[in-house]
Nanobody, 123 residues
Framework: VQLQACGGGLVQAGGSLRLACSFS????????VGWFRQAPGKEREFVAA????????DYADSVKGRFIISRDNAKNAISLQMNSLKPEDTAVYYC?????????????????WGQGTQVTVSS
């Protein structure tokens, strides 16, 4: 299984970005997926997760109401729409996949990780 994240960049505070993550090498519909981020000098933190059907999602309090996670099982794709971005959202963002379970907020439960994409929000 391989995950490839893209869509990061530099944006001003209040702006929007849409991250994408492509999935290959396995039955995508059997994997729950999540997004995590890591800022310089900080630990990796949970951002959002979505179940296999795309019905149930979960968000960190810090992004709730601003970010939207979605998936397209027909296209093996995951996205993270990020609105009203803040400088504190600056980090490397990673997508991850968990086979058959619902890893949710627990990073260690995810089986596969993408390489990360940099998001920088200027004030």
């Amino acid at each position: 299984v391989q995950l490839q994240a893209c869509g990061g960049g530099l944006v001003q505070a209040g702006g929007s970005l849409r991250l994408a993550c492509s999935f290959s090498g396995g039955p995508f519909s059997k994997y729950t997926v999540g997004w995590f981020r890591q800022a310089p000098g900080k630990e990796r933190e949970f951002v959002a997760a979505i179940d296999r059907s795309g019905v149930i999602s979960d968000y960190a309090d810090s992004v709730k109401g601003r970010f939207i996670i979605s998936r397209d099982n027909a296209k093996n794709a995951i996205s993270l729409q990020m609105n009203s971005l803040k400088p504190e959202d600056t980090a490397v963002y990673y997508c991850a996949a968990n086979y058959l379970g619902f890893a949710g907020r627990i990073a260690d439960r995810y089986d596969y990780w993408g390489q990360g994409t940099q998001v920088t929000v200027s004030s």
